[in-house]
């Protein structure tokens, strides 16, 4: 990521959940967070997460994390709002929460993130249909045009779902090698090393790439805002 | 072969008849009181979580818009009728001849339950953590949940009629009654409005009381007046309307002497409590069915290793803690039944570790869909690994049916 940066000069990162492993004390933090990613935070890199299942509630307090003590937020850069979702507890109040904050967003680009995928081909955990069941309907109507995720340790993009471009990005910190078993859905995937992805959204077009642990593209590709401004 | 020895054998001959006779008898007399029991009050809600599991391996995507549209109904609504039947087991049982006459005798499960509740639940969220999932932690409760109806069969199966039964039962009434409390003060998942609640039932209560007062024989009023009133305060108070019915059913009129836990109420019976029963028997297992088709759908692919926290903290936590909890009652200057040692309570904490029924309300009580329900809920189908090891543990200790009598 520290080598990309100095092609792409990103300042902002999400993070999809399940954002440490094992012990979580504070010197976990710094051990785990602080000093890897060093060179982005003293460079001003804004690090936006969201839980998973591996992650501690009281993780929401975590001042780099930039959550603000709450579990499911939203926030605004130029014309495209994002949403933070708690995919591990997806209760009544989240649900409404979610489907008022994206009717009233008035932003070109709509774009969710949370740890469980709603769509996903790989064989370890696949989609999470249920939280489907619940969020897809609320997606559809406001409009959102990308949702990312994490939770099983590959890459995978796939086609549009009813307008929407799903992204499964869950091998940067954990790989599961070779556990995609790519469908008709899938678009494009990776599952032999660990990856990442850019983005850069330029007006209407949101460009996209995964780049694995060696620095190699393994996907890549733009998005258009179909109905931006919405 | 001499007169003496064909004597001898003919009596061996007519000795092993007699006992085969009388194994035969024994066989035709508890096997169809127990298949009947496990009809009534077992099978259906294991084939509705059965199919769940199937439906929701199968066709996710229709299984949980069913789950979703039917919950409320089902676990807020219906269930109301198989707590009250749990209820009404409770209050009978405080009658004379019942497991809760005098209140004293139900002075050590109570203390021991204490320890059967803490250590498991101490114990699931030491699990859930070093198996790296800490936000299970937020499921603790479940690890109090007792199954009453299947811990009452297995039970029966190991010790047959034994002093270990009610002591069981008690057991499991108080950690179930533990286990309700702390919904009430720990669940992220509603916001308890306590006065407003306190202040509805309190009202439902007066009702109740009122109906009793006035000698109103039939369950109507009680059911859809106080019943009605409670379930409202209970639902708009953020406590679980599913328990509308645990107040009021104390004040329905029942009959003067316990008929035993468990035991079908007779078709002419005729104190209101039993009119219940009677009415609302069958219609409570439907519900049952419903809960276990709703609540038991876990797909395969939720679950991680933080899933065997729950099976494997009631299992070691429930014996442990039973033992715990007695050792300090009888330091106490509380004493064990007859026929109870810690062989026995290590097989009784086993049978307390299923869940189930209770176990699966809880889970969806405190827990929202995605991931943490669907691990908790495995979790507590796994906990029924109790039944087997509570067999297993009762041959190897020689416990119940497997005593071996002195000279054997």
């Known amino acids: 990521m520290i080598n990309a940066r100095a092609a792409f000069p990103f300042d902002l990162v999400i993070m999809l959940g399940d954002n440490m492993y094992g012990s979580q004390q504070p010197a976990d933090f710094v051990k785990k967070f602080e000093q890897p990613y060093a060179p982005l935070l003293s460079a001003g890199v ?37 949403f933070a979702l708690d995919s591990t507890r997806m209760d009544q109040k989240q649900v409404a929460w979610i489907d008022t904050s994206l009717q009233q967003a008035r932003e070109d ?107 190699k593209t393994v996907d890549s590709g733009v998005i258009r805002a179909v109905g931006a401004g919405r | 072969m001499t007169d003496e020895s064909g004597r001898h054998a003919a009596d061996q001959g007519a000795g092993s008849t007699s006992r085969r006779r009388r194994l035969r008898q024994r066989v035709r007399t508890t096997v169809p009181r127990l298949s009947r029991f496990a009809v009534e009050h077992l099978l259906l809600l294991p084939l509705g979580a059965l199919i769940a599991l199937v439906w929701v391996n199968t066709a996710p995507e229709s299984y949980y818009r069913f789950s979703f549209a039917t919950s409320f109904a089902v676990n807020d609504v219906a269930m ?52 790296d999932e800490p936000m299970l932690s937020l499921g603790w409760p479940v690890s109090l949940a007792t199954d009453l109806a299947l811990g009452y069969f297995v039970a029966r199966l190991i010790f047959r009629p034994h002093p270990m039964i009610p002591f069981l039962l008690l057991l499991g009434i108080a950690s179930d009654a533990l286990g309700f409390l702390t919904l009430a003060f720990f669940n992220p998942m509603r916001e308890v409005h306590l006065a407003s609640g306190v202040l509805t039932l309190a009202g439902a209560l007066g ?97 991680e290793w933080g899933t065997f926290g729950l ?6 936590g429930k014996p442990l803690g039973l033992l715990i909890g007695a050792g300090l009652g009888i330091l106490g200057g509380l004493h064990l039944p007859h026929w109870v040692g810690w062989r026995e309570l290590i097989v009784s904490g086993l049978i307390a570790a299923m ?50 009598r002195p000279g054997e």
Not at chain 1, 47 to 75: C, I, W
Request: glycine share 8%; charged share 15%; hydrophobic share 45%.
């Open chain 2, 207 to 303: 009702i109740a009381a009122g109906l009793r007062l006035t000698r109103v024989r039939s369950f109507w009023p009680y059911l859809l007046g106080a019943g009605g009133v409670s379930w409202f305060g209970l639902f708009r108070s953020g406590l679980h309307p599913a328990l509308a019915l645990v107040p009021i059913m104390p004040f329905l009129p029942h009959a003067a002497r316990d008929p035993g836990f468990f035991v079908d109420a007779r078709p002419d019976a005729k104190d209101t409590l039993s009119q219940f029963e009677i009415w609302w028997r069958y219609p409570a297992q439907v519900a049952l069915f419903f809960f276990g088709l709703v609540n038991a759908g876990v797909p395969m692919g939720a679950l």
């Open chain 2, 355 to 404: 869940g189930f029924s209770v176990g699966l309300f809880f889970c969806g009580a405190l827990l929202p869909p995605g991931q943490l329900r669907a691990e908790m809920s495995m979790g507590v189908l796994l906990s029924l690994a109790g039944a087997p090891l509570a067999i297993v543990s009762a041959w190897l200790l020689r416990v119940g049916r497997f005593r071996t």
């Open chain 2, 80 to 131: 109301m009728l198989f707590f009250a039947l749990m209820t009404k087991e409770v209050v009978e049982a405080t009658a004379p001849g019942g497991v809760l006459h005098p209140w004293r005798r139900a002075m050590l499960p109570v203390v021991a339950s204490i320890g059967a509740t803490v250590v498991p639940a101490l114990l699931y969220i030491r699990l859930v953590d070093a198996l």
């Open chain 1, 46 to 82: 804004k690090f936006q997460a969201s839980l998973g299942n591996h992650d501690r509630s009281e993780n929401v307090f975590y001042k780099p994390f930039n959550m603000n003590g709450e579990r499911y937020y939203t926030f605004t850069r130029n014309n495209v709002r994002f």
């Open chain 1, 109 to 215: 680009w709509k774009i969710c993130y949370f740890h469980h995928p709603l769509y996903s081909n790989a064989s370890r955990h696949g989609s999470s249909v249920d939280l489907r069941v619940l969020l897809e309907p609320i997606f559809v109507k406001h409009g959102v045009n990308v949702v990312f995720s994490g939770h099983d340790h590959v890459y995978e993009r796939l086609k549009p779902q009813k307008g929407i471009v799903y992204f499964v990005s869950g091998s940067a910190g954990q790989l599961r090698k070779g556990n995609m078993r790519p469908t008709d859905q899938t678009d494009a995937y990776f599952d032999q090393d660990q990856s990442f992805m850019l983005l850069e959204i330029a007006g209407t077009e949101l460009h996209f790439q995964a780049i694995s642990r060696t620095g």
């Open chain 2, 311 to 316: 099976p494997m903290a009631v299992i070691v």
